[in-house]
């Protein structure tokens, strides 16, 4: 049963404000991805941010993670990192007093509210599935006992291009549990000019803390309770549907996907389209808030052909052949 009246939704929402402007004082620019970002953390879903380096990635996280009084750590992702470096492990213990010794177990970095996986993709893929229980359950199953994380839970990873070397591909499997794939792009001049000169001159700003985890969880639970019309809905549903080739899908989509997107991507698409609506203070979706967030949704969740590599077509691009394919609602 929901609890919470009128007047404590208006005083999270005004929450959402001073959240912004804490990140603003570290962060030049970027707002479309700040809005992501906060999209991904009201819906309760994991995000991949992914940039070439130098582009303010990690900074963004760790400012986020300063501005909520949430538990936050971050593990850089090397080629010999192993999966016990982030789940934790066993070590052997001796009681002092009777001598009996004991396995203990000994959490590792995942146990916290906010994970930043740093270039989550320099690491093998058999360390980067280790995160996939704890991103899709939010519990880590080690020696035969499963741990809770505690919540709420974030997994905030950053990646560099795959184009790049010393890069290993997620699993398809893996990228599927990150409810957005987020694209950070250079910075306008007038952006750059107040980033080399803030980051050169005296001490950075302090940012403060804003939001805690009760007020997060809160704003959480008011998501799904954002108004979805049947239109929508009907539309989102096509969109998925339509991004699989198949007799009925458009030109587009079977000449240049070779799998398209899972029911995972229809959960997604609704449940963050319901954030940026409470985001922005609506309590409806509209088709606008699709529009936002058809790409970072889709787009890792599309297995182009090699047609598409060949006519150098992005997922993007086939994103945006789909949104143009299936009908809008009036």
Request: aromatic letters at 4%; glycine letters at 8%; hydrophobic letters at 40%.
């Amino acid at each position: 049963m929901n609890t919470h009246t009128p007047a404590d939704l208006q005083t999270l929402l005004d929450r959402i404000g001073p959240l912004r402007d804490a990140i603003g004082q570290a962060i030049v620019g970027q707002h479309d991805v700040v809005e992501q970002l906060l999209t991904g953390l009201l819906a309760g879903g994991h995000c991949l941010l992914e940039g070439v380096p130098g582009l303010g990635k990690t900074l963004l996280v760790r400012t986020l993670g300063q501005a909520l009084d949430l538990g936050f750590r971050r593990v850089q992702f090397t080629p010999d990192l192993m999966p016990s470096d982030i789940l934790g492990t066993e070590i052997l213990e001796e009681d002092h007093g009777t001598g009996h010794r004991h396995f203990k177990f000994q959490p590792g970095p995942v146990f916290t509210h906010l994970l930043l996986a740093d270039e989550l993709n320099r690491t093998p893929p058999k360390t980067q599935a280790a995160l996939l229980e704890a991103m899709q359950e939010h519990t880590v199953s080690y020696a035969g006992t499963t741990h809770a994380l505690p919540e709420p839970f974030f997994v905030l990873a950053t990646q560099n291009p795959l184009e790049q070397a010393g890069t290993y591909p997620l699993p398809e499997a893996q990228l599927d549990r990150f409810l957005l794939h987020i694209r950070v792009d250079y910075p306008s001049e007038t952006e750059e000019r107040d980033i080399i000169e803030q980051t050169t001159g005296g001490k950075p700003p302090k940012v403060p803390r804003v939001m805690n985890g009760d007020e997060v969880l809160a704003l959480q639970a008011r998501v799904r309770e954002v108004h979805l019309g049947a239109d929508l809905l009907d539309w989102i549903t096509r969109l998925v549907r339509s991004s699989r080739p198949g007799p009925e899908a458009p030109a587009d989509i079977n000449q240049y996907v070779k799998w398209g997107a899972g029911p995972r991507a229809g959960q997604s698409l609704v449940l963050a389209c319901k954030a940026r609506a409470l985001l922005h203070g609506r309590f409806a979706v509209t088709r606008d808030d699709v529009l936002a967030l058809a790409a970072p949704v889709l787009r890792h969740r599309l297995l182009l052909s090699f047609a598409a590599e060949a006519e150098q077509k992005s997922a993007d691009d086939i994103v945006a052949a789909l949104l143009r394919a299936v009908p809008h609602p009036a």
